[in-house]
């Protein structure tokens, strides 16, 4: 599975943004999409996921951001809303077979990640 992040930038406080994440190499349906976030020098952080288990968010996020997915576009989206400089990160989409987890190191595919700057 080959996964391609998109949608990060600049946005200021308060704003609002959405992170795409386009899956390609084998069926989306059967996989679980977990989003997670790295700010600089601080390990990386599970920031949602989606799977056939539900979704599931992170504390610091719950109520502000938002997972969905479009299988028919093989696309699992992130909509950050009320956004913070805290949100400062690169996120990644990451994938595993059916069940979400928290965990990074379940997930066995990774995107490239993008950049989210919040200014405040």
């Known amino acids: 599975v080959q996964l391609q992040a998109s949608g990060g930038g600049l946005v200021q406080a308060g704003g609002s943004q959405r992170l795409s994440c386009e899956a390609s190499?084998?069926?989306?349906?059967?996989?679980?999409m977990g989003w997670f976030r790295q700010a600089p020098g601080l390990g990386r952080e599970f920031v949602g996921a989606i799977g056939v288990n539900g979704v599931i968010y992170a504390d610091s996020v719950k109520g502000r951001f938002t997972i969905s997915r479009d299988n028919a576009k093989n696309t699992v989206y992130l909509q950050m809303n009320s956004l913070s400089p805290e949100d400062s990160a690169v996120y990644y989409c990451a994938a595993r077979h059916l069940f979400y987890s928290r965990d990074e190191v379940a997930y066995k595919y990774w995107g490239q990640g993008t950049l989210v700057t919040v200014s405040s």
């Open positions: 190499g084998d069926t989306f349906r059967d996989y679980a």
